[in-house]
T-cell receptor, first 109, second 116 residues
């Protein structure tokens, strides 16, 4: 069954508001990746985190990997309509690779 | 060239048909993947090839048969599928790691399969 859960499932924001999605695993992850899938599109790699407590930034996006390597978050500052899509975390524990359940972001102009 | 191509884009088949999905990349990646994605769900890993050898089969039914003829091509042969197999089938490639999910994956646009 699904071992990497994301919350919230859906998020509707006004353009300019911030957005955060959380990824939680029942087991310790070797690494965590984040992907974005636009409506009707395919997943596109955003970033990979490997180290405990790691924080990485990409312009308005901030990614964190928890100290216990069981959770991660993606924060978007001042959302834009181009941020619309579903954000998936993906992680590996031992030899199994999972995508999280995803958070669908809608941004109202 | 950072593109993964997949053909066909759409496929409709009956339960008695035999069809194949094709995937191609020219990024020099030696790991290739098949995923299945149902509507509003995350991609589910099906198969992983590393250096043209099958390294992971996530307990996929035998009606799905993968093939990696060379380092640039990946096929998925379909036979006697069920309506519940209707989904978006995504191909991806990456530099090979010791295990799946170790490196950035590049996804193709997918084949939308409908089984009648």
């Amino acid at each position: 069954g699904q071992q990497v859960m994301q919350i919230p499932q859906y998020q509707h924001v006004q353009e300019g508001e911030d957005f955060t999605t959380y990824c939680n695993s029942s087991t310790t992850l070797s690494n965590i990746q984040w992907y974005k899938q636009r409506p009707g599109g395919h997943p596109v790699f955003l970033i990979q985190l490997v180290k405990s407590g790691e924080v990485k930034k990409q312009k308005r996006l901030t990614f964190q990997f928890g100290e216990a390597k069981k959770n991660s978050s993606l924060h978007i500052t001042a959302t834009q309509t181009t941020d619309v899509g579903t954000y998936f975390c993906a992680g590996r524990d031992f030899n199994k690779f999972y995508f999280g359940s995803g958070t669908k972001l809608n941004v109202k102009p | 060239d950072t593109e993964v191509t997949q053909t066909p884009k759409h496929l409709v088949m009956g339960m008695t048909n035999k069809k194949s999905l094709k995937c191609e990349q020219h990024m020099g990646h030696r790991a290739m993947y098949w995923y299945k994605q149902k509507a509003k769900k995350p991609p589910e890993l099906m198969f992983v090839y590393s250096y043209e050898k099958l390294s992971i089969n996530e307990s996929v039914p035998s009606r799905f048969s993968p093939e990696c003829p060379n380092s640039s091509l990946l096929n998925l042969h379909l036979h006697a599928l069920q309506p519940e197999d209707s989904a978006l089938y995504l191909c991806a490639s990456s530099h090979p790691g010791e295990v799946a999910g170790e490196n950035e994956q590049f996804f193709g646009p997918g084949t939308r399969l409908t089984v009648l």
